[in-house]
């Protein structure tokens, strides 16, 4: 049979339902990777796609035989072992299909009126030292990290944060996360760094470069001891900042098309082991 005779064939078995069918897959699979998308195990997805994708096509350009095998007959594994990998993600869904809330369309993050807002709370709250730590949020979602603290969805401003992070206030003990322009959350718990370097004075450094050693987020941290301001970002950390140089490095690592962006990033120092 030629190609075009198994096109013909294959459209002659085409009927309004398998349309329906595959439209009907389609959007859930889209609705499922919306999901996945505000959370960190969206890394983990892509990594395991890459790991399949990849064994699948060295098996069948080498011809490896026991690789082959092993593919085929480990995907009774692979549907047990999803459900275990990813159970909140799986109870996340369930808990939003049956809340009336609105679903997590895909947003682009949107930071251009929020650097300056941020680099004016860093700077006032340096001048009264008052501790802060403020995450914002890029590809890698933190809705888990959301989770942990107490949701807001608000505007953010030089009079929220800086409220939100006064001492003995009800939410300054944590992180304030930025979520495509908005404040999503605050009293957020991170994670913390490994590292014990002397660069790392406290608790707010340690988990400002925990949350960028596990994600692609950009964290600013105010020391509530000296009032210095750091910034966090790809697993490093740059300290000491005033102003013109901290609306710098956010607009360079937040602002994609920024012509600074390169030459700042080759600037952030890597802290030492």
């Known amino acids: 049979m030629s190609l075009s005779d198994a096109i013909r064939d294959a459209l002659g078995r085409f009927e309004a339902a398998s349309v329906l069918d595959i439209l009907t897959i389609s959007i859930l699979i889209y609705l499922s990777l919306l999901l996945l998308k505000g959370t960190t195990a969206m890394s983990l997805l892509r990594g ?80 009264d030292r008052h501790g802060a730590i403020i995450v914002f949020e890029r590809e890698a979602g933190l809705e888990d ?32 996360i930025l979520r495509e322009g908005r404040v999503a959350a605050a009293s957020c718990t991170l994670p913390l760094s490994d590292r014990t370097d002397r660069e790392l004075p406290g608790l707010r450094h340690r988990a400002a470069l925990g949350i960028s050693e596990r994600t692609d987020a950009v964290a600013l941290i105010v020391s509530e ?35 600074l962006d390169r030459p700042i990033r080759r600037r952030l120092p890597r802290l030492s082991r």
């Open 48 to 127: 395991i796609a890459i790991v399949l994708v990849g064994a699948v096509i060295l098996a069948s350009v080498l011809e490896l035989t026991v690789l082959d095998w092993l593919l085929r007959n480990s995907f009774p594994a692979i549907l047990i072992a999803i459900p275990i990998i990813f159970a909140p993600e799986i109870r996340r869904f369930l808990e939003r299909v049956g809340r009336t809330g609105r679903w997590p369309w895909p947003g682009r993050p949107l930071f251009e009126g929020v650097v300056d807002v941020v680099a004016d709370t860093a700077l006032n709250l340096s001048v």
């Open 145 to 176: 990290y959301v989770d942990t603290g107490v949701k807001v969805d608000a505007a953010p401003s030089t009079q929220l944060l800086e409220g939100i992070f006064y001492p003995n206030s009800a939410l300054h003990d944590g992180a304030v």
């Open 225 to 259: 001891e000296t009032g210095g301001i750091s910034v966090a970002a790809n697993g490093r950390m740059i300290s000491r900042l005033d102003g013109p140089r901290l609306r710098g490095i956010l607009r360079s690592l937040l602002l994609p098309a920024s012509e």
